[in-house]
């Protein structure tokens, strides 16, 4: 697959010395609208293109970005990128991936999202807001209500014959809802993705939204001591959030991960399994080949407890003696790729949230962790503010709030006795929930 662009970026390295080259391109075209008081609030357009560069010579990288793509705005990408390279430390771990086969295809890419009107999407954002309010009388307000969606092209070529492409489109909806009573306010969210608004119900994400604030209203504050809980599949995704730095390599490598030196050992107990799924379409990081053209592939990071290994792109692959795992990403246009997730997740049980509840018995369903990402990286230490629902005979009984929880992530993982059967992506990390044999609180 030939392109111009990168016929121009190709002259120009040979020109200047020569090395080897690697151009990303990216075309989005972006939709916002929110709605707020029974009416549209907003509304955003953006078409954008955004080019990375990466060269490499004498064992050194440079990196360059732009956002116009013609040959003058490419020349000055090369200049710039050249004169990083040569001014950089050398490393032998730099250079182009390993040649790794060709990439499968994946249902990324849904035609009806560019055929459905602006007035119908429009009319989405207005209905979120409007089913949440007829929820329930205690319904108070709807802070926001929007759709967002993106539709995106994504090109990548180097200088050793490799060129791929992929198109993609996301549709998020959500809608942040506050109920009252009796002089009390409480926040409940609602959410949804699909690759087009096909694929969105407004009902079930305005329900969520609204149920999750109506079930906090008369929270009260649990007493001291070590309880039982189930980890809300939504909590459970935010402890793992906190994992995210200690599976990559290159935290390894700087001795920033608490996994460093644990491969082949026991670091959660056998009810948990972790995986980085790149081939899940129904999480938003799911991708074909990553961001240096290697072949995504799933990933187990940790197998019924045992930590089987990280994930690495071509550079860190390098320096660790891995080799790539298909775990190149772009943080942003303005950085260059690192190593990171596609889709993270813990594999679901067969056990339901009500079962999880009778196994708990008398405990606690947390809900949500607040500021669980203030734990400390390499420990896994955290003392953090949490809210949920008091479990009473394994039934859920009332709010509770204003409490703290502490212990450690691998700790905490170690305590799992099951996991649920109801899975969910909360974008690009998911879980299901999480029955936990003990768990510190502070309270009253």
């Known amino acids: 697959m030939a392109d111009p662009g990168f016929d121009v970026v190709l002259r120009e390295v040979a020109g200047r010395g020569g090395g080897d080259a690697e151009l990303y391109v990216t075309r ?197 001591g070590e309880y039982r809980a189930v980890l809300e599949n939504g909590a459970a995704a935010e402890l793992l959030e906190v994992l995210v730095p200690s599976f990559l390599s290159s935290q390894v490598a700087k001795g920033k991960s608490m996994l460093a030196g644990k491969v082949g050992r026991k670091v959660a107990s056998g009810a948990i399994t972790v995986e980085d799924d790149p081939l899940d379409p129904a999480g938003s990081g799911a991708e074909s080949f990553d961001a240096e053209g290697t072949p995504t592939r799933r990933r187990v990071l940790i197998a019924e407890g045992e930590h089987r290994g990280f994930l690495a792109d071509a550079f860190w692959g390098r320096k660790v003696g891995t080799g790539s795992t298909g775990a190149c990403r772009r943080p942003g246009a303005k950085q260059p790729p690192t190593v990171g997730i596609s889709n993270l997740r813990i594999a679901a049980g067969e056990v339901s949230l009500s079962a999880l509840c009778e196994a708990a018995r008398d405990g606690i369903l947390l809900t949500e962790f607040l500021g669980i990402h203030t734990a400390d990286p390499v420990s896994g230490d955290f003392s953090v503010g949490a809210s949920g629902i008091r479990i009473a005979r394994g039934a859920p009984a009332e709010p509770l709030h204003g409490f703290a929880v502490s212990g450690n992530i691998l700790g905490l993982l170690e305590k799992v006795g099951a996991a649920g059967s109801d899975f969910r992506w909360f974008g690009n990390v998911g879980a299901p929930s999480l029955l936990v044999s003990a768990i510190s609180v502070g309270g009253e």
């Open 28 to 224: 989005t075209r972006t939709r916002r609208y929110e709605a707020r008081e029974g009416r549209l609030d907003g509304i955003a357009f953006a078409d954008t293109v955004s080019l990375g560069l990466r060269v490499f010579r004498r064992g050194r990288m440079g990196f360059s970005y732009g956002f116009r793509g013609d040959a003058a705005d490419l020349a000055r990408m090369v200049e710039e990128a050249l004169f990083c390279a040569d001014a950089s430390d050398p490393d032998p771990a730099y250079g182009l991936p390993d040649p790794a086969g060709a990439a499968g295809d994946l249902p990324l890419y849904d035609p009806s999202v560019e055929t459905i009107p602006e007035e119908e999407k429009a009319e989405f954002a207005r209905s979120l807001e409007a089913k949440v309010l007829a929820r329930d009388s205690r319904m108070a307000r709807v802070r926001t209500a929007a759709l967002h969606e993106t539709v995106g092209a994504v090109s990548l070529f180097h200088s050793r014959g490799f060129a791929a492409s992929r198109r993609e489109s996301r549709c998020t909806a959500h809608v942040e809802s506050v109920a009252e009573e009796n002089g009390e306010g409480q926040t409940g969210y609602g959410f949804g993705f699909a690759r087009s608004l096909r694929g969105l119900d407004a009902g079930a994400i305005a329900d969520e939204g609204a149920d999750r604030a109506l079930r906090m209203l008369g929270a009260v504050r649990p007493k001291t």
